[in-house]
Nanobody
């Protein structure tokens, strides 16, 4: 099983980046895939989630209206399009997979089955 993130980079405040998460070794289309991030000195937090149910998505309040999550099950890939970037978006971004969100708060990382190693996003002001 693997989850591999890519697309992290240095961006300017107000700019955009798109992250990708490619999964393998598990039935990707049956899993919810989420993005988490961890800034220096802070706890990891949930950013966005794409449920295995088509069209069902969740966002943290801090990114609503700026970030968009999407998935292409044919490519086993989930994307996180980030716009209007702010310095507080600077973090290591991780994707994670969970078999079922039933009875689970998607932001609670302890329930996730698989994790990627992360990709660094740095936003300069």
């Amino acid at each position: 099983v693997q989850l591999v993130e890519s697309g992290g980079a240095l961006a300017q405040s107000g700019g955009s980046l798109t992250l990708s998460c490619v999964g393998s070794g598990f039935p990707f289309d049956s899993y919810a895939i989420s993005w988490f991030r961890q800034a220096p000195g802070k706890e990891r937090e949930g950013v966005s989630c794409s449920s295995s149910t088509p069209g069902r998505k969740h966002y943290a309040d801090s990114v609503k209206g700026r970030f968009t999550i999407s998935r292409d099950n044919a490519k086993n890939t989930v994307y996180l399009q980030m716009t209007s970037l702010k310095s507080e978006d600077t973090a290591v971004y991780y994707c994670a997979a969970i078999r079922s969100l039933w009875g689970v708060n998607w932001t609670n990382e302890i329930w996730y089955d698989y994790w990627g190693r992360g990709t660094q996003v740095t936003v300069s002001s």
